[in-house]
């Protein structure tokens, strides 16, 4: 008997769980518009409605709501009369947030720009007339339900949502344009340069001489077309910043302008029609203190505030040498003296315009080596013997520091046994020798021998050394021996 009344109470609680959280099936406490098949109806518009997320529950079926985590759902329902824009605005401060969609229960798919995040309170989309759209109003935290007041309003489209009407302008000016207001014309091909761009605005300006225009309007494609064939000029994709589109002009012929974004992005925004800004090309040597021992990669840029790449022109080294590039080539070039040198780019970017700029770059090549360094080959421990370190100058007279090093056999540290600093002039084939002098020890005799590293710098911190590599050399003493019974400290 006692195990048949826990079945039974087993499966109650089995089914009072799948009666809260089945489809179709509301909760006791909750309101009545809280599953999909109870959404209240808007059945005309303009239409304010309250809607309460208070002991609302969520569906296993309820789609994912604009990408957040939502705990509490509430559903309205609209079947449009006429196709227009719509304007749906959160008239509350709350964290309920809200999604459209078409298509029935299990299978819904969200309408393009008609998703809030929990943050937003506004959003402004295209309904067809006799379809019938799905609003869920969803609360982000678990703890936040609350009344939300809805309201839905018909938008005007902008007068120059239509290609045919767009608003003529004049340079320079500012506009404001408001891309909430736009539609996705029949018909009309998206920018080549951002396809998602479906959702325009059009703009009208007929050329009065021969020159550059700039149009740019913040974080939207951009794309300019001749309205003789609507051939697309220049284009510039959404979510670049203020360099927009830049297209050549002629007296009397007229042109398109386009913004666009994807119905997802759609916001108001300023567009600037202004005179392009002239190039002003410019070099820059990719090297700290350039010498004659390096390759030096030059970076050609174009001095555009509009963003534009140079796509060719020719560099002028300014020693008699140039070479012509296209826009990305790797440009390096090697130069035989020290100098400073005048270097000169004249190009062109992709709309035609050119220009010619000059920079300058200072070859100034500093380079000692260690040529030599002397070492006696056989000692007794206690002997103290000359060392000589032999350094080469060929470029420009420099102070030079040389340090002599007792080398660790062991793997430590190398050890500072000495340090000379001296001028030396520079010479094809001369050579400076710094004398240093070391004390052989005991433990050099236990060892049999003892390694020495030579270390040649520039004096000035400052300069850079062009051929570090050559500025150490080692020697040893292959013969350490203890020292004599009468040992002599020199000799």
């Known amino acids: 008997m006692k195990l048949s009344r826990l079945r039974l109470t087993a499966t109650a609680v089995a089914v009072a769980a799948l009666t809260t959280f089945a489809p179709g099936v509301a909760h006791a406490d909750a309101p009545a518009n809280d599953d999909f098949d109870g959404a209240t109806?808007?059945?005309?518009?303009?239409?304010?409605?309250?809607?309460?997320?208070?002991?609302?529950?969520?569906?296993?079926?309820?789609?994912?709501?604009?990408?957040?985590?939502?705990?509490?759902t509430v559903w309205l329902r609209y079947t449009a009369t006429a196709t227009e824009l719509v304007r749906l605005t959160n008239q509350d401060n709350s964290y309920s947030f809200f999604a459209v969609f078409t298509g029935t229960r299990g299978a819904l798919t969200p309408v393009p720009g008609a998703c809030t995040s929990p943050w937003e309170s506004t959003k402004t989309f295209s309904v067809t007339a006799g379809t019938t759209y799905h609003l869920a109003v969803a609360e982000h935290y678990s703890g936040y339900t609350s009344p939300v007041t809805l309201t839905t309003t018909p938008v005007r489209a902008a007068a120059n949502d239509d290609r045919a009407a767009a608003t003529p302008v004049t340079l320079p000016s500012r506009i404001e344009g408001d891309l909430t207001r736009a539609t996705a014309e029949p018909g009309e091909v998206p920018p080549?340069?951002?396809?998602?761009?479906?959702?325009?605005?059009?703009?009208?300006?007929?050329?009065?001489?021969?020159?550059?225009?700039?149009?740019?309007?913040?974080?939207?494609?951009?794309?300019?077309?001749?309205?003789?064939?609507?051939?697309?000029?220049?284009?510039?994709?959404s979510g670049g910043n203020l360099n927009g589109a830049v297209f050549a002009t002629t007296a009397g012929e007229t042109y398109l302008i386009r913004?666009?974004?994807?119905?997802?992005?759609?916001?108001?925004?300023?567009?600037?029609?202004?005179?392009?800004?002239?190039?002003?090309?410019?070099?820059?040597?990719?090297?700290?203190?350039?010498?004659?021992?390096?390759?030096?990669?030059?970076?050609?840029?174009?001095?555009?505030?509009?963003?534009?790449?140079?796509?060719?022109?020719?560099?002028?080294f300014g020693d008699g040498t140039s070479r012509s590039f296209v826009a990305y080539d790797q440009i390096r070039h090697q130069y035989a003296r020290d100098g400073v040198y005048t270097i000169t780019v004249t190009g062109s970017t992709s709309d035609g315009r050119t220009g010619t700029g000059t920079s300058t770059v200072t070859i100034d090549t500093h380079d000692v080596s260690v040529a030599a360094l002397s070492v006696p080959s056989s000692v007794r421990a206690g002997q103290t013997k000359p060392i000589t370190v032999s350094v080469a100058n060929t470029r420009q007279t420099e102070n030079v520091r040389v340090t002599l090093y007792r080398v660790s056999e062991t793997g430590g540290y190398d050890?500072?046994?000495?340090?000379?600093?001296?001028?030396?002039?520079?010479?094809?084939?001369?050579?400076?020798?710094?004398?240093?002098?070391?004390?052989?020890t005991t433990e050099d005799a236990t060892l049999g021998?003892?390694?020495?590293?030579?270390?040649?710098?520039?004096?000035?911190?400052?300069?850079?050394?062009?051929?570090?590599?050559?500025?150490?050399?080692?020697?040893?003493?292959?013969?350490?021996?203890?020292?004599?019974?009468?040992?002599?400290?020199?000799?």
Not at 47 to 66: E, N, R, S, W
Not at 262 to 286: G, H, I, Q, Y
Request: aromatic content about 8%.
């Open 449 to 491: 021998k003892v390694t020495f590293r030579a270390v040649a710098a520039l004096e000035a911190w400052d300069v850079r050394e062009a051929k570090p590599d050559d500025n150490e050399a080692r020697a040893t003493t292959t013969s350490v021996r203890p020292a004599a019974a009468s040992n002599a400290r020199t000799d």
């Open 41 to 72: 109806e808007i059945t005309a518009l303009p239409a304010t409605t309250t809607v309460d997320t208070t002991g609302a529950t969520k569906a296993a079926d309820d789609p994912i709501i604009c990408g957040y985590q939502s705990h509490h």
């Open 415 to 440: 050890e500072a046994v000495g340090v000379a600093v001296q001028r030396v002039v520079a010479s094809p084939t001369g050579k400076v020798g710094f004398p240093f002098a070391y004390t052989y």
């Open 259 to 316: 913004v666009a974004r994807s119905p997802e992005r759609v916001e108001p925004f300023w567009m600037d029609v202004v005179a392009a800004s002239p190039l002003k090309p410019t070099a820059l040597v990719n090297r700290h203190q350039p010498t004659v021992l390096d390759d030096l990669p030059f970076e050609i840029l174009s001095g555009d505030r509009h963003g534009r790449v140079l796509t060719s022109g020719v560099i002028d």
């Open 192 to 237: 080549s340069c951002d396809t998602t761009a479906t959702k325009s605005l059009w703009y009208r300006y007929q050329g009065t001489r021969t020159q550059w225009v700039n149009v740019s309007a913040y974080y939207n494609a951009i794309s300019v077309h001749r309205a003789s064939d609507l051939s697309e000029v220049d284009c510039f994709a």
